[in-house]
């Protein structure tokens, strides 16, 4: 049994598939999710588990190389945003419903418990050497 990192194993599987240049979804409890790509629900109740707790596991297993988010964050979801910005000072900003259609080619799509708006980012991996 893993002591420590993602202990869900669906997760961790996932996780261990992905390769570069592979996208990743981490999204809130109202985005819709695309028939295609693997979905791992981690969403438990309304704000449990939350993006930020969610994004911040991911980025201690994953090499990021860019990140999508939707502009109307910036707006709707001043915390999100500054989340966002902090993590990713190259952050790409698109329409949401951009946004939505760039989902559909994830790898994989992350569910969280978030129930705030617009607390979605796109995670595309990148490679460790």
Do not use: Q, W
């Not at 002591?3 to 999204?27: P, Q, S, W």
């Not at 979905?39 to 969610?54: N, T, W």
Request: hydrophobic share 50%; charged share 20%; glycine share 10%.
């Amino acid at each position: 049994m893993k002591k420590a990192g993602i202990l869900n194993r669906h997760l961790a599987g996932a996780l261990a598939e992905l390769g570069h240049g592979d996208g990743v979804l981490v999204c809130d409890a109202g985005m819709p999710v695309p028939d295609g790509p693997r979905v791992v629900d981690l969403a438990f109740r309304a704000g449990v588990p939350s993006f930020a707790e969610v994004v911040d596991g991911l980025l201690a297993e994953l090499v990021v190389e860019g990140a999508t988010a939707a502009t109307e964050v910036r707006e709707a979801n001043a915390e999100c945003a500054a989340l966002l910005d902090g993590l990713f000072p190259a952050l790409a900003l698109v329409p949401h419903e951009r946004l939505k259609e760039l989902s559909a080619g994830a790898r994989l799509i992350v569910r969280t418990g978030e129930a705030r708006p617009y607390a979605n980012v796109l995670l595309r991996c990148g490679v460790f050497f």
